[in-house]
């Protein structure tokens, strides 16, 4: 039975012109040690010259650009003395000409922009009768294909139509801090699930305590290397520690930014290769407090790490990873409050069939239960959730993919019992949305993909990404939904 799908005129396409200043190593410190002598030997006069035209050119692209040369310098200090010269003695101009060598502009967006989710504004104010201001959250993709999370800030008015704010010129880098306060026994855990052999973490691990720090863990393992003739297999271990370690931070964005502005780019070494596909929520708990939380898959060119976004107010986020036997793959997405007095997420551990898993602690995820396989035509290969589900008196409403022929992504919608999401109620027999022909042409062709959804005015609002290049949205009338759903 066919459900009308309303689609929109809107379009994300991806944008070039967005560029971020990123830190740039061209070819290994050998390399930078030749480099940096070069510069060193030029006069006071040339060194001005030389940094005011870098200035000129680019001062206008980046907000505080002086400001990101310095950064990339401290970060080339160490080759700085291993050239026999004082850092601290290097006038001001010379440090930052130094730092934008080893700075270079990154395009985020420039390939792809692409599998959106959606949540309500914190701020809902100055707004229309009706009309409601969203989050929107956007997996953009540049050069060699490393994703960043990206955002947007709209309006949906009382029928569904969405209008957005356009984006702002600049990119903002926010401020990192790695030095997260660790749980020995949560970490030790974490390096088993990920199969680190035990007898050889202990040169470094015995030496720390209950807690410890980011930078306890960087000065304990500096000094296992110095003391220790290390094999290749006890580096590996060692490297899988800073790996896990490096994959805690917080980052702050300035005040003074837009939405549009803040880019949530890879920092720790999990994530090197990508933020693949956030799926955020607003996670409503007990004491009514609301947090915005986004599951996200991290990967490094090798390994994927499932990890966990937590922030209030989008300005200030916190990022770790998730732990637990049933934390090891991608999709997990979080309902937006306890049930039953457990934190709850959606999964797809084994990546053909839908999971539930329940967990009094948001962090760890041990327990899962399959809810759902394949079972029609058009989701034969795989099904899987497309974001966290939205509650509705009907039960909890939740957007699944499935692909089947020619590796075709349709979406379609199942209905969760609000009391024990583990039973299906309903779902469409039928794919809610199949590529059309503008949205089967693309970089990954004949895909429809959603990380999220709202509701809102008796509308289910659909953002969703084209051939993993585009995005757009449609909305769905919710009672014709319900009405025409196979209930079980």
């Known amino acids: 039975m066919t459900i009308q799908v309303n689609r929109k005129d809107i379009r994300f396409y991806p944008d070039s012109k967005r560029v971020m200043a990123r830190y740039y190593m061209p070819g290994g410190d050998e390399r930078a040690r030749r480099i940096i002598p070069k510069i060193l030997s030029l006069s006071d006069e040339a060194t001005r010259f030389t940094l005011n035209r870098v200035l000129t050119n680019f001062s206008q692209r980046h907000r505080n650009i002086s400001k990101v040369f310095k950064e990339h310098f401290n970060r080339v200090r160490h080759i700085v003395k291993q050239v026999n010269v004082d850092p601290d003695s290097l006038t001001r101009e010379t440090q930052l000409l130094i730092g934008s060598y080893f700075t270079m502009e990154y395009s985020i967006e420039s390939a792809a922009f ?41 309006v949906i008015d009382k029928d569904g139509n969405l209008e957005f704010k356009a984006p702002g010129d600049l990119v903002d880098i926010p401020e990192a801090v790695k030095n997260h306060i660790y749980d020995k026994k949560a970490f030790l855990e974490k390096l088993s699930e990920m199969h680190v052999q035990k007898d050889l973490i202990s040169m470094v691990m015995d030496r ?25 297999i006890q580096r590996k271990v060692l490297q899988d520690c800073n790996w896990l370690a490096n994959s805690h931070y917080e980052i702050t964005f300035s005040l003074d930014t837009a939405l549009s502005e803040r880019v949530i780019y890879p920092i720790s070494n999990s994530e090197s290769n990508g933020i693949e596909d956030a799926r955020f929520v607003e996670f409503t708990d007990d004491d009514g407090s609301v947090t915005y939380y986004g599951t996200y898959t991290a990967f490094n060119g090798f390994t ?21 036997e049933h934390a090891q793959n991608k999709g997990m997405a979080l309902f937006p409050r306890k049930v039953n007095g457990k934190y709850t997420m959606m999964s797809r551990i084994d990546g053909v069939n839908n999971y539930i898993m329940f967990s009094d602690d948001i962090h760890y995820w041990e327990k899962a239960k399959k809810i759902q396989e394949p079972e029609y035509p058009w989701q034969f290969i795989q099904i899987g959730n497309c974001g966290s589900p939205v509650e509705t008196e009907k039960g909890w409403l939740l957007l699944t993919h499935g692909v089947g022929p020619m590796r075709r992504y349709s979406l379609g919608v199942t209905l969760l019992d609000l009391e024990d999401p583990t039973r299906v109620i309903a779902q469409t027999g039928e794919p809610l949305m199949r590529p059309n022909d503008e949205e089967r042409e693309g970089y990954v062709p004949n895909v429809v993909y959603s990380c999220g959804i709202t509701t809102h005015n008796n509308h289910l609002i659909i953002p969703y990404a084209m051939a993993d290049y585009a995005s757009t949205f449609a909305t769905v009338n919710l009672d014709e939904l319900f009405d025409k759903m196979v209930y079980l």
């Open 114 to 154: 692409f599998n959106p989710s959606i949540v309500d504004d914190p701020d809902q104010t100055v707004l229309g009768e009706g009309q409601k201001r969203v989050i929107v959250s956007f997996r953009a993709t540049g050069e060699g294909h490393i994703s960043s999370i990206v955002f947007r800030s709209g």
């Open 208 to 232: 720390l305590g209950d807690q410890f720090t980011y930078d306890e863990l960087q000065e304990t393992t500096e000094e296992s290397l110095k003391k220790n003739k290390l094999n290749k």
């Open 304 to 324: 994927i790490l499932p990890k966990l976004i937590e922030t209030k107010d989008f300005y200030h986020f916190k990022i770790m990873p998730l732990h637990g």
